[in-house]
């Protein structure tokens, strides 16, 4: 019965400090996503490696991969210039 209390009140302790870290975690997570600056000046250059095949239209190149075999993801010019 002497040990009860302190281990009761340990517990409660520990829920508490984790609540709160969990808590300052979600707040900062939130805190984070609300910069919407991209830290880009005027006349910058963005440099862009464009590896692979770049398909004019990718419902032709979808299709074609089903029946070659090919498990690769392909993104179409027309996305690359929505991005």
Known sequence: MKSFFPTF???CLGVFAAFALCLFIIIGIGIS???K????SDNSI???KL??????????VS???????STDES????????L
């Open 51 to 60: 590896e692979g095949f770049i398909p004019e239209k990718t419902d032709n």
């Open 37 to 40: 600056s991209t830290g880009f």
């Open 9 to 11: 009140f340990a517990s």
């Open 63 to 69: 299709q074609q991969s089903i029946f070659m075999g």
């Open 46 to 48: 963005l440099k862009l």
């Open 33 to 35: 996503g609300m910069s």
């Open 75 to 82: 993104i179409g010019l027309r996305r690359i210039i929505q």
